[in-house]
């Protein structure tokens, strides 16, 4: 399984209605679409020699079908599952079955500032970070600390 940034790429997957990034909620997700934030990671990853694999499904079983894939080919996943954080243990039991390969859960939004369903996170139990409340930026920061668990020597954690 790989780990190096140099030899395989960053897998970031996004949950449903990421597709609508941008557009949907501006108010709470800002105006950046999820071409942005894949340019903006594109960036990141490059500053560290490496690349990024970003992905987006309305579908949980792609999800997982993605995880299995990254646990092969990829050194890292950064993943934003929406509104499957709070309701998918199949994507947990995959995340699970990536063992050591490290995975940052990202949110757009502050979740516990939000609605009480959406304080709790399945995807946290396996997640080695979390970050929320960040907007967009998120997601960089979270391409660095791929970086720096998966990069070249691989840094210390």
Avoid: K
């Amino acid at each position: 399984m790989p780990r190096n940034l140099a030899d395989a790429p960053i897998m970031i997957l996004n949950g449903p209605n990421l597709n609508l990034l941008g557009q949907r909620q501006p108010e709470i997700y800002g105006r950046d679409t999820l071409a942005d934030v894949e340019a903006m990671c594109a960036r990141a990853a490059a500053a560290h020699n490496g690349t990024v694999d970003l992905r987006q499904s309305n579908h949980e079983g792609e999800l997982v079908d993605w995880i299995h894939e990254a646990r092969l080919g990829h050194c890292g996943i950064v993943i934003n599952p929406g509104a499957y954080s709070h309701t998918s243990v199949a994507i947990l039991d995959a995340l699970n079955a990536c063992d050591g390969l490290p995975v940052i859960e990202v949110h757009i939004s502050n979740i516990h500032r939000r609605e009480s369903f959406r304080h709790h996170s399945y995807v946290s139990l396996r997640a080695d970070g979390v970050i929320a409340g960040c907007g967009v930026q998120g997601y960089v920061f979270a391409v660095e600390r791929i970086a720096a668990l998966a990069g070249p020597g691989l840094a210390e954690a």
